[in-house]
C-alpha cells in the first residue's frame, strides 16, 4: 500500500498519479551522515559568530567555563534524546517524545518550543547572512550597497525551495557546506600552530582572569550555549532516516564529539589572537581571527566557511521547524491541512511554504540580539522537559519492557545534571534578558490556555498515540 | 555590479517563490485532501522503493 508511485520509461523515471486507496508518506532515504549534518549544520554557525559574547560578559576563562558547562549540558541532551528516539521514531522527535511519555499538554507545548527555536534560529541566520554578505563586498572596496533584505528574502525562500523538493539533496547539501565549514576551523586552529610555545605565550598574555568575578562565569553560560545549540535537531529526522534506531545515536553522538572539539579549537583560535575587550564584541570572531593571521587565502576561506555555516543552519533549521509543524498538523493539534507531504517529493510542502512569510517577516523587523535570545530560550524550556521525560520513561517503561536502540549510561545522573546546568542558565539568561524569558513565559502559557479550551477538542484523541508499547507501568 | 546584484537576489527569491506557490497549488488541485493526508505517524514506507525513487538503488 505505502509504495511511491514511479514509472520507468525510455526518458527515466516518471511520476505518475497515485491510485484509490494509495497513501503518502515521507521518504525514509537519510543515514547517520545525513543526521549528523542536521545536528552539527543547525549549530556550527555559533562557532563563527555568537559564542565570543560570553567572553564579552566574563573574559576568556569564564567562556571556556561556560563552554564545557554547556558542553556537559548538550552531552546529557545528546544522551537522553538518543534514548528516548531510538525508540519513539516519529517526525517532530521531541514534541512525539513527549506526547507519548507526558501527554498532550506538554507535546503541545515542546512542539512549539521547537517551532521558535528554529524558526527564530533560521531568522537570525539569514540576518547574518546579509550583514557577512554586506561587509564582504564592503572590505573588497566594491562601490554601492548591498541590499540585506535581499540576501536575508533570498537565503529564505532559497533554502525552503531545497527543503521543498525533497530531504535526501538538502541534508545532503548541508553535509557538503558543514563539512567544508568545519575543515576551514580546522585549518585556521592549525595554520596558528597551537603546539608552539610562542602561540601559547601569547594566549597567556591575553588571558585576564576573570574580570567579573564568578558572576561573569555565570553570565557567560548564556552565551556558552551558542557553540551546541540545536544539535537534538537530529531527532526531527526520525521518520526519514533508514534505519532510526542505529542512524540517530550515531548521528547525534559523533555530532556532538565534532562539537565539542570545534568549540575548544574556536576558543583557543579567538582567545590566542585578540584581546578579550574586543573578541567579545566581534560579529565574526573567526573571520576576524584568519584577517589577523594577514593569510588572504584563509581570510577568504573563512569567510565562505562562515556563509556555509550560516546557510546549513538556516536550512536544518527549516527542515525542523516544518517537521514539528507537520507533525501537529497531522495530530490536528494544528490545522490538519499542515499534514500534508508532497506526492512527488514527499516532504510536509505546506509546512514549509507556511513559514516562508513568518521568517521574512520576523527577519526584517527583530533585531538579531532578540531572535538569538527568543531561540536559545525556547531550546532551554526543552531541555529542562528533557530531564524530567527521562525520568517518566524509565519509570513508565523500564529498561527490558520495550526495545530501545540506545541505552544512556549513568541514569539517573545525566538527567539530574542537565535539569542542574538548565536551572543554572535560566539564571544566567535572566540576567541578560529577564524581561524576554518573562515575555517568553507568558507566550507559552497563554498558548497552553488556548490549546486546552479551544484546539484539543478538534484532536483525534485515541489516534494520537502511535507506539506500539505496551501499557505503561502503574497504569 | 552591487545593484546588479541586487536585483537578481530578488529576481532568483520571487522566482523561486512562484515556482514553490504553483507547485502547491497544483498538487492541491491534482490530488484528492484524503491521498494528501494520508501520511500517519508509525507508519513504516517500504525503504527499497523510496531509495529507488531517490535514485540511490
Redesign the interface.
Given at each position: 500500500v505505502?509504495?511511491?508511485d514511479?514509472n520507468s520509461t525510455a526518458r527515466g523515471?516518471v511520476f505518475v498519479?497515485?491510485e484509490q486507496g494509495?497513501?503518502?508518506?515521507?521518504?525514509?532515504?537519510l543515514g547517520p551522515g545525513h543526521v549528523w549534518a542536521l545536528g552539527v549544520g543547525i549549530v556550527l554557525v555559533g562557532e563563527f559568530m555568537g559564542w565570543n559574547f560570553a567572553v564579552g560578559k566574563g573574559g576568556a576563562v569564564a567562556a571556556l567555563t561556560a563552554c564545557w558547562l554547556a558542553g556537559i549540558l548538550y552531552t546529557c541532551v545528546a544522551m537522553i534524546d538518543s534514548e528516548i528516539t531510538s525508540t519513539v521514531a516519529?517526525?517532530?522527535g521531541q514534541y512525539?517524545q513527549a506526547k507519548h511519555i507526558i501527554g498532550p499538554l506538554m507535546a503541545f507545548n515542546v512542539a512549539l518550543y521547537l517551532v521558535m527555536a528554529y524558526t527564530m534560529l533560521e531568522v537570525s541566520n539569514a540576518i547574518v547572512a546579509g550583514d557577512l554578505l554586506q561587509s564582504f563586498?564592503t572590505d573588497l572596496g566594491?562601490?554601492?550597497?548591498?541590499?540585506k533584505r535581499?540576501?536575508i528574502?533570498?537565503t529564505i525562500?532559497?533554502l525552503?525551495?531545497f527543503n521543498?523538493r525533497?530531504v535526501?539533496a538538502t541534508l545532503t547539501l548541508n553535509l557538503v557546506i558543514t563539512a567544508i565549514a568545519f575543515i576551514s576551523i580546522a585549518v585556521l586552529f592549525f595554520y596558528i600552530k597551537p603546539w608552539s610555545a610562542g602561540q601559547n605565550e601569547q594566549l597567556h598574555s591575553l588571558l585576564t582572569g576573570l574580570p567579573y568575578g564568578t558572576l561573569g562565569v555565570l553570565a557567560s553560560l548564556h552565551f556558552g550555549l551558542w557553540f551546541y545549540l540545536g544539535i537534538e535537531g537530529t531527532t526531527q529526522a526520525a521518520?526519514e532516516v533508514?534505519s532510526p534506531a542505529r542512524s540517530l545515536p550515531l548521528g547525534t553522538m559523533t555530532g556532538m564529539i565534532t562539537l565539542l572539539i570545534a568549540a575548544t579549537a574556536t576558543w583557543y583560535i579567538g582567545s590566542s589572537l585578540m584581546p578579550w575587550e574586543y573578541l567579545g564584541q566581534s560579529i565574526t570572531p573567526l573571520y576576524d581571527a584568519a584577517k589577523l593571521t594577514g593569510n588572504q587565502y584563509l581570510e577568504v576561506f573563512l569567510f565562505f566557511g562562515t556563509l556555509f555555516a550560516t546557510f546549513a543552519s538556516a536550512n536544518g533549521c527549516i527542515n525542523d521547524a516544518s517537521r514539528a509543524w507537520f507533525?501537529m498538523g497531522?495530530?490536528r493539534y494544528m490545522p490538519?491541512w499542515f499534514?500534508?507531504?508532497?506526492?512527488?517529493y514527499?516532504t510536509p510542502?505546506?509546512s514549509?511554504?507556511f513559514f516562508?512569510p513568518i521568517a521574512v517577516l520576523f527577519a526584517v523587523s527583530t533585531p538579531l540580539d532578540q531572535t538569538i535570545t527568543f531561540s536559545i530560550l525556547s531550546g532551554l524550556l526543552g531541555y529542562t522537559l528533557m530531564a524530567i521525560s527521562i525520568f517518566l520513561f524509565r519509570r513508565k517503561w523500564p529498561l527490558k519492557s520495550i526495545d530501545r536502540g540506545y541505552v544512556h549510561p549513568f541514569h539517573p545522573i545525566p538527567s539530574l545534571l542537565l535539569m542542574a546546568l538548565c536551572c543554572l542558565a535560566y539564571f544566567a539568561v535572566y540576567l541578560g534578558y529577564g524581561t524576554q524569558l518573562l515575555a517568553m513565559m507568558s507566550f507559552y502559557i497563554v498558548a497552553s490556555a488556548w490549546f486546552v479550551l479551544h484546539r484539543y477538542k478538534y484532536v483525534r484523541r485515541g489516534?494520537?498515540f502511535?507506539?506500539?508499547w505496551p501499557r505503561p507501568q502503574g497504569y | 555590479?552591487?545593484?546588479l546584484?541586487?536585483v537578481a537576489?530578488?529576481s532568483?527569491?520571487g522566482f523561486?517563490?512562484a515556482?514553490?506557490?504553483f507547485?502547491?497549488i497544483r498538487?492541491n488541485k491534482?490530488?484528492s485532501?484524503d491521498?494528501?493526508?494520508?501520511?500517519?505517524?508509525?507508519?513504516?514506507?517500504?525503504?527499497e522503493?523510496?531509495?529507488?525513487?531517490?535514485?540511490?538503488l
Amino acid at each position: 500500500v505505502n509504495q511511491i508511485d514511479v514509472n520507468s520509461t525510455a526518458r527515466g523515471k516518471v511520476f505518475v498519479p497515485p491510485e484509490q486507496g494509495k497513501k503518502v508518506s515521507l521518504s525514509r532515504v537519510l543515514g547517520p551522515g545525513h543526521v549528523w549534518a542536521l545536528g552539527v549544520g543547525i549549530v556550527l554557525v555559533g562557532e563563527f559568530m555568537g559564542w565570543n559574547f560570553a567572553v564579552g560578559k566574563g573574559g576568556a576563562v569564564a567562556a571556556l567555563t561556560a563552554c564545557w558547562l554547556a558542553g556537559i549540558l548538550y552531552t546529557c541532551v545528546a544522551m537522553i534524546d538518543s534514548e528516548i528516539t531510538s525508540t519513539v521514531a516519529a517526525a517532530g522527535g521531541q514534541y512525539a517524545q513527549a506526547k507519548h511519555i507526558i501527554g498532550p499538554l506538554m507535546a503541545f507545548n515542546v512542539a512549539l518550543y521547537l517551532v521558535m527555536a528554529y524558526t527564530m534560529l533560521e531568522v537570525s541566520n539569514a540576518i547574518v547572512a546579509g550583514d557577512l554578505l554586506q561587509s564582504f563586498a564592503t572590505d573588497l572596496g566594491i562601490p554601492g550597497n548591498v541590499d540585506k533584505r535581499a540576501i536575508i528574502v533570498l537565503t529564505i525562500v532559497g533554502l525552503s525551495w531545497f527543503n521543498y523538493r525533497g530531504v535526501l539533496a538538502t541534508l545532503t547539501l548541508n553535509l557538503v557546506i558543514t563539512a567544508i565549514a568545519f575543515i576551514s576551523i580546522a585549518v585556521l586552529f592549525f595554520y596558528i600552530k597551537p603546539w608552539s610555545a610562542g602561540q601559547n605565550e601569547q594566549l597567556h598574555s591575553l588571558l585576564t582572569g576573570l574580570p567579573y568575578g564568578t558572576l561573569g562565569v555565570l553570565a557567560s553560560l548564556h552565551f556558552g550555549l551558542w557553540f551546541y545549540l540545536g544539535i537534538e535537531g537530529t531527532t526531527q529526522a526520525a521518520e526519514e532516516v533508514r534505519s532510526p534506531a542505529r542512524s540517530l545515536p550515531l548521528g547525534t553522538m559523533t555530532g556532538m564529539i565534532t562539537l565539542l572539539i570545534a568549540a575548544t579549537a574556536t576558543w583557543y583560535i579567538g582567545s590566542s589572537l585578540m584581546p578579550w575587550e574586543y573578541l567579545g564584541q566581534s560579529i565574526t570572531p573567526l573571520y576576524d581571527a584568519a584577517k589577523l593571521t594577514g593569510n588572504q587565502y584563509l581570510e577568504v576561506f573563512l569567510f565562505f566557511g562562515t556563509l556555509f555555516a550560516t546557510f546549513a543552519s538556516a536550512n536544518g533549521c527549516i527542515n525542523d521547524a516544518s517537521r514539528a509543524w507537520f507533525a501537529m498538523g497531522r495530530d490536528r493539534y494544528m490545522p490538519i491541512w499542515f499534514g500534508a507531504v508532497h506526492p512527488k517529493y514527499r516532504t510536509p510542502y505546506r509546512s514549509v511554504v507556511f513559514f516562508v512569510p513568518i521568517a521574512v517577516l520576523f527577519a526584517v523587523s527583530t533585531p538579531l540580539d532578540q531572535t538569538i535570545t527568543f531561540s536559545i530560550l525556547s531550546g532551554l524550556l526543552g531541555y529542562t522537559l528533557m530531564a524530567i521525560s527521562i525520568f517518566l520513561f524509565r519509570r513508565k517503561w523500564p529498561l527490558k519492557s520495550i526495545d530501545r536502540g540506545y541505552v544512556h549510561p549513568f541514569h539517573p545522573i545525566p538527567s539530574l545534571l542537565l535539569m542542574a546546568l538548565c536551572c543554572l542558565a535560566y539564571f544566567a539568561v535572566y540576567l541578560g534578558y529577564g524581561t524576554q524569558l518573562l515575555a517568553m513565559m507568558s507566550f507559552y502559557i497563554v498558548a497552553s490556555a488556548w490549546f486546552v479550551l479551544h484546539r484539543y477538542k478538534y484532536v483525534r484523541r485515541g489516534d494520537q498515540f502511535t507506539m506500539p508499547w505496551p501499557r505503561p507501568q502503574g497504569y | 555590479v552591487i545593484l546588479l546584484f541586487n536585483v537578481a537576489a530578488w529576481s532568483i527569491a520571487g522566482f523561486l517563490m512562484a515556482l514553490m506557490l504553483f507547485d502547491l497549488i497544483r498538487v492541491n488541485k491534482k490530488y484528492s485532501e484524503d491521498y494528501l493526508l494520508s501520511s500517519h505517524e508509525g507508519d513504516i514506507v517500504d525503504t527499497e522503493e523510496a531509495e529507488r525513487a531517490e535514485g540511490l538503488l
